[in-house]
């Protein structure tokens, strides 16, 4: 059975369906051919796959990154980062790191961040003389930060799935963020001296007490949303609707760059988007249960530690698994099909699943700026203007860099364990 669902949800791929719907099909096939089940079930299965307090964080998370979009706390936050990185050259592509880094503490989501940061900082790095290409290339890579420093939604869809604790996958994302973040930075900075860019970046530059003055509240809010979380005030589901009240309360009544009339576009394009990942979400939980009644996790599981020599192999092997399936499959959908059987053949190869969880979330970020279905190509693009076959003369350089930390954070686990275990084991 396992083998013909997976053929029919390949072939649909092919045929360019929506993956939500190529592997809601290819389930329901399976239901219908292969076990004696009322497709009634199928429904149900729908049903109990989004039947998790934990999964109610997504909807918030998303809604307060376009509250913070509009309300000005992006504009704020990269006039913030100018303020400490702006000044040399070369600063104008590493603010625009710095401030994915420090919205990514607080949206949970890449395609949010390219959206809310690529907006202002694309449009200012081209008016510096950056080439259109290299500025979204950029904007896109710097935005899958969103994902791995927390809050992150392909976190809290692994905690689900693999039932791991998600303030510890929270705290273990910092380390691996600020690894990446560092290494984009370094990168753009020896890439600037060498093209000669970046000799003007420091115009326009703000004190940096003035900037911090300004972004005061857009500073303070990843410190109430994770603070509660740490803390042990709030689980992460409550501290996204905290997110969604501060957000609004700053843009409504601090910075007044939200109006009434805004919210009704703000809360229909996050309903959208919500209901595409939850639809995801539910669909791949059908295609998984099903699996798991074939006993596919733990025959899989047996078959990885009888085939690799090794956990160090174990997660070489996974690495390049997860780069390739990051490229074609949407990340929330390879989460949910993928992590219960990778995840179990790494405990039994005595794996740590904090840090394993961050191994996957990694890869299947690296999976948002490879062609030829990365969301934030398609998202950066669209907002400078460019198409990704003119921002592949840049992409693979700064993929490359993601690559090298990748294997750092894989054979060097202490980077994503030290902050949980000094805080909560």
């Known amino acids: 059975m396992s083998g013909a669902m997976l053929t029919v949800m390949l072939v649909l791929f092919a045929a360019a369906v929506p993956v939500a719907v190529a592997i809601g099909l290819a389930a329901v096939y399976g239901l219908a051919a292969f076990t004696s089940f009322p497709l009634i079930v199928a429904a149900q299965q729908l049903f109990v796959a989004l039947d998790r307090f934990p999964l109610a964080a997504i909807p918030f998370f998303i809604l307060a990154g376009n509250l913070m979009e509009v309300g000005g706390i992006s504009r704020r936050l990269v006039e913030f980062a100018k303020s400490i990185v702006g000044g040399i050259q070369g600063g104008l592509p590493a603010t625009c790191i710095v401030t994915c880094m420090i919205f990514a503490a607080i949206s949970g989501s890449s395609v949010a961040t390219t959206f809310a940061i690529g907006a202002i900082m694309i449009p200012a790095l081209i008016r510096h003389g950056y080439p259109v290409p290299f500025a979204a290339s950029l904007q896109a890579t710097a935005a899958e930060l969103g994902v791995i420093i927390p809050p992150s939604i392909p976190m809290i869809l692994y905690g689900v799935t693999t039932q791991t604790s998600i303030p510890e996958l929270f705290l273990a994302g910092f380390l691996p963020g600020l690894l990446i973040g560092g290494a984009l930075v370094a990168t753009v900075l020896l890439w600037c001296r060498i093209k000669g860019w970046g000799k003007q970046d420091g ?62 576009p703000i809360f229909r394009k996050s309903v959208i988007t919500s209901t595409v990942i939850l639809f995801i979400i539910a669909c791949a939980g059908l295609f998984s249960w099903l699996l798991n009644r074939q006993g596919v996790p733990d025959a899989a599981a047996t078959w990885l530690v009888a085939a690799f020599d090794g956990p160090g192999w174990y997660l070489f092997g996974v690495n390049v698994f997860l780069f390739v399936v990051g490229m074609f ?97």
Do not use: K
């Not at 530059?205 to 005030?233: D, E, K, N, S």
């Not at 190509?377 to 700064?398: E, H, K």
């Open 329 to 425: 499959v949407e990340t929330s959908a390879s989460i949910i099909v993928l992590a219960p059987i990778l995840a179990e053949a790494a405990e039994r190869f005595g794996i740590d699943g904090v840090h394993f969880g961050i191994i996957m979330v990694v890869n299947l970020a690296l999976g948002m700026v490879t062609p030829p279905f990365g969301v934030n190509l398609f998202a950066a693009a669209q907002v400078a203007g460019t198409s990704i076959d003119q921002m592949m003369r840049y992409l693979p350089v700064f993929i490359g860099v993601v690559l090298a930390c990748l294997m750092v954070i894989t054979y060097v686990p202490a980077i994503a364990l030290a902050l949980p275990q000094l805080v909560m084991r």
């Open 203 to 264: 115009e326009g530059r703000l004190p940096l007490a003035t900037a911090a003055r300004q972004a005061g509240f857009a500073l303070l809010m990843p410190v109430v949303v994770l603070g509660g979380i740490y803390g042990g005030i709030t689980t992460p589901t409550e501290a996204s609707v905290i997110a969604v009240v501060y957000a609004l309360i700053v843009g409504l009544l601090i910075h007044r760059e939200i109006r009434l009339r805004d919210l009704w």
